[in-house]
Antibody, heavy 119, light 106 residues
Framework: QVKLVESGGGVVQPGRSLRLSCAAS????????IHWVRQAPGKGLEWVAV????????HYEDSVRGRFTISRDSSKNTVFLQMNSLRADDTAVYFC????????????WGQGTLVTVSS | SYELTQPPSVSVSPGQTARITCSGD??????AYWYQQKSGQAPVLVIY???KRPSGIPERFSASTSGTTVTLTIIGVQAEDEADYYC?????????FGGGTKLTVL
C-alpha cells in the first residue's frame, strides 16, 4: 500500500540548516509529484514546495524560495527538503504528500516530522 | 501570491447543517478542494474539483460554488465531523490553503 514517511526533523538554531526526507513505498516517486506542506503549532496548513513527477519542475512558496530546495533520489524512492537559513517562523510539522495530477489533489499524506527552530 | 479566506470557526448542534465558506479572487477560474484534519492527524480530502466527493466520504458532505466563494456543506452533522476544515486551490505553480475553519459540534 502507499506510504509516505517523513524524517529528519528536530531542534535547530536560527540560521542553521536541516534536511528532511520523505521515504515513499508502494509507488515510485518518478511517477508522481510530491509536495511539502507545513503546519506551525496551533496554526493552519501552509504549502511549501513541489517537485514534479519527472523532476523537471520545482516550485516554492514565497517565504522559502531561495532558502529551501526540494529534490529527490529515485533510486531511494525518497524526496528531500533541504532547509537553509532557518528562522523561528519555520517551526512547524512538515508533511509530504503525493499529488494526484489528474484531479489536482493531495492524495496521500505522511504523518509529518516536527522542525523546531530555536536558540 | 493569492489568499483564500475562511471563517475561523463554525459551531452547530448534532443533526444540524454546517456551512463553511472560502473566498478568493482566483476561485472563479481555479478548482477548490476541501480537506478535513482531525487533531494530531494528517489531512483527508473530502471534496475535490469544487463539488466532487471522493469514494469513502459520507454523502452528508457536499460543496457548491458561486463566483469568488465556495461553500462546504455538511448536512446532518455528527460528532465525528468535529475537525478543522481547509479549502485549497492552485494557480500558476503555487498552491494555497485557506486559514482553516474549526468546526465545533456542540
Amino acid at each position: 500500500q502507499v506510504k509516505l514517511v517523513e524524517s529528519g526533523g528536530g531542534v535547530v538554531q536560527p540560521g542553521r540548516s536541516l534536511r528532511l526526507s520523505c521515504a515513499a513505498s508502494g509507488f515510485s516517486v518518478s511517477n508522481y509529484g510530491i509536495h511539502w506542506v507545513r503546519q506551525a503549532p496551533g496554526k493552519g496548513l501552509e504549502w511549501v514546495a513541489v517537485i514534479s513527477y519527472d523532476g523537471s519542475k520545482k516550485h516554492y512558496e514565497d517565504s522559502v524560495r531561495g532558502r529551501f530546495t526540494i529534490s529527490r533520489d529515485s533510486s531511494k524512492n525518497t524526496v528531500f527538503l533541504q532547509m537553509n537559513s532557518l528562522r523561528a517562523d519555520d517551526t512547524a510539522v512538515y508533511f509530504c504528500a503525493r499529488y494526484f495530477e489528474t484531479d489536482g489533489y493531495f492524495e496521500y499524506w505522511g504523518q509529518g516530522t516536527l522542525v523546531t527552530v530555536s536558540s | 501570491s493569492y489568499e483564500l479566506t475562511q471563517p475561523p470557526s463554525v459551531s452547530v448542534s448534532p443533526g444540524q447543517t454546517a456551512r463553511i465558506t472560502c473566498s478568493g479572487d482566483t476561485l472563479p477560474n481555479q478548482y477548490a478542494y476541501w480537506y478535513q484534519q482531525k487533531s494530531g492527524q494528517a489531512p483527508v480530502l473530502v471534496i475535490y474539483k469544487d463539488t466532487k466527493r471522493p469514494s469513502g466520504i459520507p454523502e452528508r458532505f457536499s460543496a457548491s460554488t458561486s463566483g469568488t466563494t465556495v461553500t462546504l456543506t455538511i448536512i446532518g452533522v455528527q460528532a465525528e465531523d468535529e475537525a478543522d476544515y481547509y479549502c485549497q486551490s492552485a494557480d500558476s505553480g503555487l498552491w494555497v490553503f485557506g486559514g482553516g475553519t474549526k468546526l465545533t459540534v456542540l
